[in-house]
């Protein structure tokens, strides 16, 4: 789509941060048609992530209204959030079209949790952030497929980030990022998550509105920021660091889900180790120092180069015990065991060693304070003889319902503990009987057909006897 055919909107934040949002589109179900599942022909690969051959509908012809018996319509639009470099950074930016009468809610447009989500005064936001060499383009495709418009179709309003000098970031002339890691912690991701506070959907209501939504809040602004961070790979890493050394008020994460999130690799598998020494070694280095880059497009690594700062923090992360900030020294253990993350539900695999084991998977929520924590460990794809990876969680269309259902059900599990729990608390403040609240609770889990579909196994995940194409097991980490 060209700037011509889209509504830019400007925005300057209470920090004098500077957005642009254009590129409005409308996945038309009767042109584009968001299924529940996909056929094996209806995946999308590696690839197509560098985005070279994504396509767009024009504003016009995806504005068409829908009947009811159609599935979801899905608004995406772009934003670009400015650096003190220069640099761009894009976000996409996906939610389902508003319930316009209750005739259409009551009809199933949304159908299911999507509906009672979009309909609800307290929608949830998702922020998503992709790992190393990649953009954000792992979790969607233009054509409606990908772990965002899954949320989406569920009713959940997603931003999705591209870091800088990759996906639609601009600003980079083709050449990497000159952002440092310590850069992305402490400035990129912070202003990405309060561009997607501003321009979320909640943002565009009436005060009134707004009130409504916040009044069990103790800000406006903390009240309509994602509450659920989801990350791919080092980008777990990095916005486990982020968290670190946010302020209380910044910290608006109520839950995350990391898909073969780890730091340090320190795995006992003789091909991860020798790709680790090999990644580590002092010839790489000097190689990634005379390109000025490390060239993942070129070794068919990913999508993105990195820059030389990254590659230097990446090799001290993935091999030292200690996880420290390389421009100031920032302690992110101590800080994480002080301030812990929300509850977190981690994605693992057996086949893959290298990038998304599970020893190193729960090392990783060692470091992550204690916290509430579970991990999925996937092993076969499901009606394939093939085996997840870290790529294929996100890319294999078999993971729609082998995967991100898991993900949508967990979060469901979740909101129903967090309701349970402020009845719990109101019935204690209003000093009523705890056995009316736990009624009423009863009641609302009954009213919303919330189907919570764990069980619940003491054995680890690798050894249970689970009949499913992945293993379960709860993980309470420190």
């Not at 002092?282 to 390109?291: C, E, G, I, S, Y």
């Amino acid at each position: 789509m060209s700037q011509n055919e889209s509504s830019p909107s400007q925005t300057v934040d209470d920090h004098q941060q500077y957005s642009l949002m254009l590129d409005t589109v409308l996945l038309d179900p009767v042109l584009d048609p968001v299924l529940d599942t996909f056929s094996e022909d209806d995946g999308f690969t590696a690839s197509e992530i560098n985005g070279e051959e994504v396509f767009e509908h024009s504003g016009d012809k995806g504005s068409a209204d829908v009947s009811v018996e159609d599935n979801l319509i899905i608004k995406a639009e772009s934003i670009w959030v400015s650096m003190p470099n220069g640099e761009q950074l894009h976000m996409r930016h996906l939610k389902a079209m508003p319930v316009e009468s209750s005739v259409a809610a009551d009809a199933g447009l949304f159908g299911g949790e999507a509906k009672n989500l979009i309909a609800s005064e307290s929608p949830k936001r998702v922020f998503m952030l992709h790992g190393e060499v990649e953009c954000g383009r792992i979790f969607y495709h233009e054509s409606g497929k990908g772990l965002a418009y899954h949320f989406a179709q569920q009713g959940y309003e997603v931003f999705v980030a591209d870091l800088g000098g990759r996906g639609r970031s601009l600003g980079c002339d083709n050449e990497p990022s000159s952002l440092t890691v310590h850069d992305i912690v402490t400035d990129a991701i912070p202003r990405l998550l309060r561009a997607a506070t501003q321009h979320c959907s909640l943002s565009e209501e009436s005060s009134d509105s707004i009130h409504a939504y916040s009044r069990h809040s103790h800000s406006t602004s903390s009240s309509i920021a994602p509450t659920i961070w989801v990350a791919h790979g080092f980008g777990g890493v990095l916005l486990s660091a982020a968290w670190a050394r946010m302020s209380d008020a910044e910290r608006t994460a109520t839950q995350m889900i990391f898909f073969s999130a780890r730091r340090k690799l320190q795995t006992k598998n003789r091909i991860a180790n020798t790709m680790v020494k090999a990644f580590c070694h002092p010839l790489t280095a000097k190689l990634v120092n005379w390109h000025n880059a490390f060239p993942a497009e070129q070794l068919r690594l990913g999508s993105a180069n990195e820059n030389t700062d990254w590659f230097s923090v990446y090799t001290d992360w993935i091999s030292n015990d200690s996880w420290c900030d390389a421009e100031d020294g920032f302690d992110y253990q101590a800080a994480l065991k002080a301030n812990p993350i929300p509850p977190t539900l981690h994605f693992a695999t057996t086949a893959d060693k290298i990038y998304s084991g599970s020893a190193d998977v729960r090392a990783f929520i060692d470091e992550l304070g204690c916290h509430d924590a579970r991990i999925i460990v996937a092993n076969a794809i499901a009606n394939s003889k093939r085996k997840y990876d870290h790529l294929s969680l996100l890319l294999d269309p078999a993971a729609v319902n082998d995967i991100f259902k898991d993900a949508t059900d967990w979060l469901l599990e979740q909101f129903v503990a967090s309701s349970i729990k402020t009845l719990m608390t109101e019935a204690a403040d209003n000093e009523s009987s705890p056995v009316d609240a736990v009624i009423e609770s009863e009641q609302a889990v009954k009213d919303n057909n919330f189907d919570l579909p764990f069980e619940y196994s003491s054995l680890d995940d690798e050894s249970s006897p689970h009949k499913r194409d992945h293993t379960l097991a709860l993980s309470l980490a420190g």
